[in-house]
Every structure is written in structure tokens, then in C-alpha cells.
């Protein structure tokens, strides 16, 4: 009968990275949309939850009178999203032994190695607040701070604004900039963490290992994340009722392919 229980002695084995090919990502794409449609209960709950909290986000941003603000904050969702899924990475690894998943089983996925992945949810924090503060300074810099036209207006008004492409050039490069670091550092060392009893330091050195010697797929896999993610926000946030899940089963087997112990 299928066992949930992990071996302590495995967190001391030794890991090896595996090389995959740079079309790889696809079949994660696959087998993640396979868990998806083994245990939809749980994942479209779970997208769905998190296509309300971006309402909520997108509203709050609003009464604060901070229009500006939604586009930062949806870019922040790309640096939060890896560690959102933990949930989602509990379902896929119950299911690799034969168990069903209930959503509040999935939930052991935040707190098994509970400590580690709230650490490394308060650097992900980190990163996006930098990035938030960032946009926030390029915004009043550019634009002005008397800068402040309905949400209907803005996209409109930025668009006729001289400042809007250097606005644009800085912005983008330096959201990819931050975004490449924190997928860099989140890609694998989250999964693990919820897969393992490591520390933070141990998960994220596998993760850019995985990324430095895996850089051809994993821009792929980067890049597939974006457009995904991107195409579910467009529709008010409700393509993430099935987005989320799938990336997020499908980043488990990202782990899983790349990441050996023995």
C-alpha cells in the first residue's frame, strides 16, 4: 500500500543534476496537465481562490487610488507564484505514490518544512517589494506625482505621455531582471522544499545550478510561465483558474526531471 511518509535519511543524499533537452518544459506542460485532470477538484480550487485574491488586489489598489499600482502588483504575482503552488506540488508528489488528494491534505505542502518555505516566502516578499518600490519611483520620475488620471484614462493617457517609452524601457528591464532572478532562485528550491526536509541555502543552490546548467530549457520553461500566466491574467484574472494549476503541477515535474538523489 502506497506510503505517505518520507525518510529523513533521504535529505541527507547526495543530489545530482540531470541535463534535459530544451524542449523538456513541454513535457511538463504534459504531465502536469495530467495531475490537473486526475485531481481537478483541487486544482481548480485552488486556481480559483487565487483568481479571487487577484479581484481583491486589483480592488483594494483602486480605493487606495492607486490605478498605477495593478500592473506592478500582477508583475509581482510572477515572483510570488512559485510559492503559492506549494499546495499544488503536494498534490503531484501524493500522487507519484497512488494517493488522492484533498484539498485540505494538500495544504501539508506549506507546512511540512514549514519554517524554510516561510523563509523563503519572506525573500520572494523581498524581492517583490523591491520591484514594487522600483516601479513606483520610475512612475512619479517619468509621469509626475500630480500624475493621477482615472483607471480608465491611464492606459490612454501613459500611451500619449513623451515619458511613456523610456518609462516603458526602464520598467521592463528592470521587472525581467528581478522577475529572472527570483525564477532563478525559486524555480527548484521550492518544490524541494516541500519535497525534502533541506534548508533555504541548500534548495536555492540546487535551483540556479538547475538554471545555470539547464539554460537553454529553463529560459524555455521561463518563458512558457510568462505567456501563460500572461494570457490567464488578460480575462480579469480567470484564466488562472486553470493556468495556475498546471504550471504549478507541471514545475513539480520541472523538479523532478532535473533533480536526482541518490
Do not use: C
Amino acid at each position: 500500500m502506497p506510503s505517505d511518509s518520507t525518510n529523513p535519511a533521504q535529505t541527507r543524499a547526495r543530489i545530482r543534476l540531470r541535463q534535459v533537452a530544451t524542449d523538456r518544459p513541454w513535457v511538463w506542460l504534459t504531465l502536469g496537465w495530467q495531475d490537473l485532470m486526475a485531481q481537478k477538484s483541487v486544482g481548480l480550487v485552488y486556481g480559483g481562490a487565487l483568481a479571487v485574491l487577484g479581484w481583491v488586489l486589483a480592488w483594494v489598489m483602486l480605493q487606495l487610488g492607486l490605478a498605477w499600482a495593478i500592473l506592478p502588483a500582477v508583475a509581482g504575482f510572477f515572483m510570488l507564484a512559485p510559492l503559492a503552488a506549494a499546495g499544488l506540488y503536494e498534490v503531484s508528489r501524493r500522487r507519484e505514490q497512488g494517493l488522492d488528494t484533498r484539498l485540505d491534505e494538500a495544504m501539508a505542502g506549506f507546512h511540512r518544512n514549514g519554517g524554510q518555505i516561510a523563509l523563503m516566502g519572506v525573500v520572494l516578499l523581498l524581492i517583490n517589494l523591491v520591484w514594487v518600490r522600483i516601479a513606483g519611483l520610475l512612475f512619479a520620475l517619468f509621469f509626475g506625482l500630480n500624475f493621477a488620471p482615472s483607471l480608465a484614462e491611464l492606459p490612454l493617457r501613459m500611451l500619449q505621455s513623451e515619458a511613456f517609452l523610456p518609462f516603458f524601457i526602464m520598467g521592463t528591464g528592470f521587472g525581467a531582471l528581478l522577475a529572472a532572478g527570483s525564477f532563478a532562485v525559486s524555480v527548484i528550491s521550492i518544490p524541494m522544499l516541500v519535497d525534502r526536509d533541506v534548508s533555504v541555502l541548500e534548495a536555492v543552490s540546487v535551483s540556479l545550478r538547475a538554471v545555470r546548467e539547464n539554460p537553454r530549457a529553463m529560459a524555455l520553461w521561463a518563458g512558457l510561465i510568462v505567456l501563460f500566466t500572461g494570457l490567464a491574467l488578460v480575462p480579469f484574472f480567470l484564466g488562472l483558474v486553470v493556468a495556475m494549476p498546471l504550471i504549478g503541477h507541471a514545475s513539480w515535474h520541472a523538479y523532478r526531471d532535473l533533480v536526482e538523489v541518490n
